[in-house]
């Protein structure tokens, strides 16, 4: 893992390749939602096939990005480029305008516990990050209101979604951004 960016006793990083271990957030987060408010969404499976997918799409990469403190692992987003499947992350129609070479697919945003407080900084720089690379925009979709703000200040709202939890049992409502570079 690169390191390109550290505030206080945090180091954010990026991966090329994936290890078990990054998933700690996520599952940690699954955690607390067994404990508390359990909508019966399994972040951690459906991360997983979509880490598969990419990779098996010899035209598609992911970069694993990375917030670690003292060698634990806080936070993980993933950002996908290359020739993308659009269908793989929008069920429903997202019109794209930049070319498959400037556009990058930001999704699985967690931030356990340790970590919260973090978000926007890091954020802002994964945006720097690719922004010296020439990309020039990032699509997301996220279901959890407590960041819509953030995307908002960010970016514009470009789409809504809905879908069901993995047994049918809770209604998801989110929406769609574009993050110009």
Request: aromatic residues 16%; contains cysteine; glycine residues 4%.
């Amino acid at each position: 893992m690169e390191i390109i960016y550290k505030i206080n006793d945090i180091d954010f990083g990026i991966s090329k390749e994936f290890k078990s271990e990054y998933l700690t957030p996520i599952t940690l987060n699954l955690l607390s939602k067994v404990e508390n408010e359990w909508d019966d969404y399994n972040e951690v499976y459906h991360c997983c096939k979509l880490i598969e997918a990419v990779k098996s799409n010899e035209n598609m990469n992911m970069d694993f990005h990375i917030m670690m403190k003292n060698e634990k692992y806080l936070g993980i987003a993933l950002i996908t480029s290359g020739q993308i499947d659009y269908k793989l992350f929008f069920k429903e129609p997202v019109h794209i305008n930049e070319n498959d070479n400037e556009v990058l697919i930001f999704n699985y945003f967690h931030i356990s516990e340790d970590g919260r407080g973090n978000g926007e900084i890091w954020f802002k720089n994964i945006i720097q990050y690719y922004e010296s690379k020439s990309f020039k925009a990032i699509y997301l979709k996220s279901s959890h209101p407590k960041v819509f703000s953030m995307y908002n200040r960010l970016g514009t709202e470009i789409g809504e979604y809905s879908s069901y939890s993995d047994n049918n049992l809770f209604f998801r409502k989110g929406k769609i951004y574009k993050i110009m570079l």
